[in-house]
């Protein structure tokens, strides 16, 4: 199992280069009647004949926006396709082996495409409908030209309003089954008659240059019983085992034609409905029929809205979704806890797709503060393919990169250039880039980006007279939605934790010149932190009048600027300041771990999530109080507020690498108030275990040590026992 995850992971990477070494030859087709507007569809297919089937026929294929895929009248891919812009002006391209689906003689290759037509955060249109097939196999070639029938699906349209929000790039899809064209895509079908049109050439605008795309297709579950169905009084409410990015899908007798059956999730309307999610409408025919709407929503609960003459035959749903798999755990005897660490979980994974996400429903957004918390995340829940999400979007925020050398989230950008300069430099240092590299063992990116990473610290970033990074103006001065931010305490630890990683990154790429540069502003900082911001008792700006920022002080701890003598009055600042919102919690919860204070740290844990965990819901929320209420950020799934699953097999069990890759780690628990606990990480090595009992003042640890690593185990006294491969327990205190 190791071995072939290890296979799939360094075969994604080496994939990840921008052109492909054969030559394109098919060409970006369209339909002549296609306007290329917002939710428009189009049907494509053809017909070849071949002579004997090769044993591997790898085929690229890209759309604007999305496709499926059929051959023979078999699905292949169940939604291909990525959102656009791994660059500016550029897009993605699948590769798919479709062999497994050809045959001797005749065979159909059918697809529809969805074509968004609009920006959104995370989506830059090409603004033209199109898609391009390219299949050159031994004795195959498939290519998409002006031979494919082509013709626009007028049954899919658009609802009237209320439309998704401006961030989303999807559309509400209505489907009118009295134009439906069934079983188009069916080999002995003539349905399609319209001709394709050339529309473009390959690596020319509009779609631009192609860059495979680095993450799996979509995992599919197929179609699956709801967990219990409900109907009161027009609709049917469908309950989810957890929350899921689903499909929902139908089977229906209506007694006439031109009814409408709404599908909505309770996430629908987050907050007071001012940020709408998506939504779908049905027109029946008469008689029995069946549909699934194939835009994925989100939620615990779909909803089926319906006239009570219509005869519900069967509800089903299928779940897709970034495919890899929640095989890290976390075990111990405080029931709270485990149960934060699984909703964490869900809610990491439900926050992956196209992109890491902040939120499924309002915006599907890659906000980078959102993505660090993910990215941290990742390397304990899920297996290694898990890691090339974040990959991914290291190589667009820095492609992305305006003219002036600032960087700025959500990307890819349709419609959004703003920086927001405290989750940049989070996104660019140590619990971000370096995080991903040191984890992960890879350093293929790190060549790829740092130059204008260095551009972005050395010539965006200046030092001030004081000798401390200097404030300057920006998009979005945005910190956390807690309140009481101290903005220039945590500027200057921020940009001090995005130097740290800078720093390692120029000495691994010998970038002697810079290093001195570098080293220089650090010792600057170091030098004149404590003289700025210390005031005996806590950090502060002098100009600063509100309550003490819990955040400021976590920071300062977690870049190594607050020295161990100031510990004391640290903890004592911590334990009685609550500000922080959910992204900024997590750094000062490791912050209490950091200083040694882990039954500090789970106490707190305890008192910021309980609200949350009083919902019977399977994820976190964006805020502390999730609430209806007249506001626009509030959700019950949001990426940043996952932090304690990190720290949870962190540091309870004090699983965390000593060089990348964990290829040497360490065990050291801080157990806290608890008694017991273990934890499971899927490394790129193998299944690293531990599982840690406290027996009077001893502690019983249990490890497993995957082949070709090494370990230490080390107890709070200070005692170190080296392991190797294989299953250990050893004692101490």
């Not at 667009?396 to 959500?410: A, C, H, K, T, Y």
């Not at 200057?492 to 970038?511: Q, V």
């Not at 004149?528 to 002098?542: K, L, T, V």
Request: hydrophobic share 40%; glycine share 8%.
């Amino acid at each position: 199992m190791i071995k072939r995850l290890l296979a799939l992971f360094f075969s994604a990477l080496m994939c990840l280069q921008a052109q492909a070494e054969k030559p394109w030859k098919a060409v970006w087709i369209s339909h002549e009647g296609c306007q290329s507007f917002p939710n428009q569809w189009l049907c494509l297919r053809t017909d070849v004949n071949i002579d004997q089937v090769p044993s591997q026929a790898l085929t690229r294929i890209a759309a604007d926006s999305k496709y499926w895929l059929w051959i023979n009248g078999q699905m292949v891919v169940f939604e291909g396709g990525l959102k656009r812009g791994p660059a500016p002006g550029e897009s993605y391209y699948d590769e798919v082996d479709i062999a497994p689906f050809l045959r001797p003689g005749q065979n159909t290759v059918a697809a529809l495409v969805w074509y968004f037509g609009k920006n959104g955060f995370s989506h830059a249109s090409s603004g033209q409908a199109a898609f391009l097939f390219d299949c050159q196999a031994p004795g195959v070639e498939i290519l998409s030209n002006n031979s494919w029938k082509c013709i626009t699906y007028e049954a899919y349209q658009n609802t009237e309003a209320p439309h998704p929000n401006y961030r989303l790039s999807e559309s509400n899809i209505r489907f009118d089954a009295r134009q439906a064209l069934e079983g188009w895509y069916l080999p002995e079908s003539d349905l399609i008659r319209g001709g394709a049109m050339m529309a473009a050439d390959v690596g020319k605008a509009p779609h631009g240059r192609l860059v495979k795309r680095p993450i799996p297709l979509w995992k599919d579950s197929g179609l699956q019983a709801y967990v219990s169905v409900e109907r009161i009084g027009d609709t049917l409410f469908c309950k989810l085992p957890y929350n899921a990015q689903v499909t929902p899908w139908f089977r229906v007798r209506a007694p006439h034609a031109g009814d409408t059956i709404h599908m909505i999730t309770d996430n629908y309307t987050p907050g007071n409905g001012s940020a709408l999610s998506v939504r779908a409408e049905y027109i029946t025919r008469k008689g029995e029929q069946t549909y699934e709407n194939l835009g994925w929503m989100s939620g615990h609960i779909v909803k089926y809205i319906l006239p009570s003459e219509i005869e519900v035959l069967e509800v089903k749903y299928r779940e897709t979704g970034y495919d890899t798999e929640i095989t890290g755990t976390f075990e111990c005897n405080d029931p709270f806890l485990n149960e934060l660490w699984k909703r964490a979980a869900r809610t990491l994974y439900v926050n992956m797709r196209d992109t890491y996400f902040d939120c499924p429903e309002r915006e599907r957004a890659q906000w980078w503060g959102d993505v660090v918390n993910e990215l941290g995340q990742a390397f304990y829940a899920l297996d290694p393919r898990g890691q090339l999400l974040a990959r991914k979007g290291i190589l667009e925020l820095m492609n992305w990169q305006r003219n002036d050398g600032v960087i700025f989230s959500p990307v890819p950008a349709g419609g959004w250039t703003r920086e927001l300069p405290l989750q940049m430099l989070a996104s660019v240092g140590w619990y971000g880039f370096y995080t991903q590299y040191f984890f992960s063992g890879d350093e293929s990116f790190i060549p790829l980006i740092y130059d204008r990473l260095h551009r972005y610290l050395h010539e965006v970033w200046q030092m001030g007279e004081n000798g401390l990074v200097a404030m300057r103006p920006s998009d979005w001065d945005w910190g956390d939605w807690g309140p009481n931010q101290d903005m220039e305490v945590m500027t200057n630890a921020w940009y001090y934790l995005a130097l740290k990683a800078e720093r390692e990154f120029a000495r691994m790429l010998d970038k002697r010149d810079d290093l001195t540069e570098i080293t220089a502003r650090m010792e600057s900082i170091e030098q004149n932190f404590d003289r700025r911001f210390w005031n005996g008792s806590a950090y502060r700006s002098p100009d600063y009048t509100l309550q003490t920022d819990d955040r400021a002080q976590a920071l300062a701890i977690l870049s190594g600027l607050a020295s161990e003598d100031k510990y004391p009055a640290l903890t004592e600042t911590l334990c009685h300041e609550y500000h922080a919102g959910p992204y900024m919690e997590k750094f000062i919860l490791e912050a209490l771990f950091r200083m040694n204070r882990p039954e500090l740290a789970l106490q707190r844990m305890h008192k910021r999530y309980a609200n949350m965990l009083s919902y019977d819901y399977s994820t976190l929320f964006e805020v502390w109080q999730f609430k209806s209420t007249p506001t626009d950020g509030n959700s019950n799934n949001h990426a940043w507020s996952g932090g304690p699953l990190t720290l949870l097999s962190q540091f309870v069990c004090g699983i965390q690498p000593t060089s990348p890759a964990f290829k040497t780690f360490r065990i050291a628990p801080q157990l806290g108030t608890l008694d017991e606990a273990s934890a499971t990480v899927p490394s790129l090595c193998g299944t690293i275990r531990a599982s840690v009992v406290r027996q009077g003042k001893n502690l019983s640890i249990t490890a497993t040590v995957p082949e070709g690593t090494s370990a230490e185990v080390v107890f709070p006294s200070g005692k170190c026992i080296p392991l190797g491969p294989g299953t250990h327990t050893v004692q101490g205190r």
